[in-house]
């Protein structure tokens, strides 16, 4: 079955850096986009980036464009989301979700179960 | 930038039909798509393409679109309805996603 896992969350200080892993298994992962979508304590869902499925393309959202990068190892079945100059309003739990194309344009058709990232002095 | 709207909350009986709308206030977006988000879980999508729905949901969730709004309908609500749902597009001038403000599903 589609899983998808994230892992490296946790408390890093403002203007630091943290890099969230998100590993696929169950499906032909270098056939598929995948996106980071991030929610705020109580807050709603953001969508924050994709990468296409052979990573040639990649988008971000207006808040973190600049300071995240997101990039792919097909060979492992995982994502990597860099995250730089981490400020407060960062601070949400983060979901790796796949895309129903490999384009990227389609919907969130699996999603993990989320990575912490909280972000204070 | 794109906005979708979505009332804050909607009360139901079990037993009686939730409709949650979600409108867009700006022309170009591609279909729409509900998900599903319980207490501390992750989201679950349960209707894509407007009026979609994956396999493994209950054919009590419908979705339709008339105009620039689209809504989302449960059947015979449950108990275990009860959860926060989003409405989302594609924004096809920023290649952005968007999501609305979601709506928080009571069940009485």
């Known amino acids: 079955q589609v899983q998808l896992e994230e892992s490296g969350g946790g408390v890093v200080q403002p203007g630091r850096s943290l890099r969230l892993s998100c590993t696929a298994s169950g499906f032909i992962f270098r056939n598929f986009a995948i996106h980071w979508v991030r929610q705020a304590p109580g807050k709603g869902l953001e969508w924050v980036t994709v990468?296409?499925?052979?990573?040639?393309?990649?988008f971000f959202a207006d808040s973190v464009k600049g300071r995240f990068t997101i990039s792919r190892d097909n060979s492992k079945n995982t994502v990597i989301l860099q995250m730089n100059s981490l400020r407060v309003e960062d601070t949400a739990v983060y979901y790796c979700?796949?895309?129903?194309?490999?384009?990227?344009?389609?919907?969130?058709?699996?999603w993990g179960h989320g990575a912490l990232v909280t972000v204070s002095s | 930038s794109y906005v979708l709207t979505q009332p804050p909350s909607v009360s139901v009986a079990p037993g009686e039909t939730a409709t949650i709308t979600c409108e867009r206030k700006t022309a170009g977006s591609y279909s729409v798509q509900w998900y599903q988000q319980k207490p501390g879980q992750a989201p679950v999508l349960v209707i894509y393409?407007?009026?979609d729905r994956p396999s493994g949901i209950p054919e009590r969730f419908s979705g339709s679109n008339s105009g620039n709004t689209a809504t989302l309908t449960i059947s015979r609500v449950e108990a275990g309805d009860e959860a926060d749902y989003y409405c989302?597009?594609?924004?096809?001038?920023?290649?952005?996603?968007?999501f609305g403000s979601g709506t928080k599903v009571t069940v009485l």
């Open positions: 989302q597009v594609w924004d096809t001038s920023t290649y952005h996603f968007v």
């Open positions: 990468i296409w499925y052979d990573g040639s393309v990649k």
């Open positions: 979700a796949r895309d129903h194309n490999g384009d990227g344009l389609g919907y969130f058709d699996y």
């Open positions: 393409s407007y009026s």
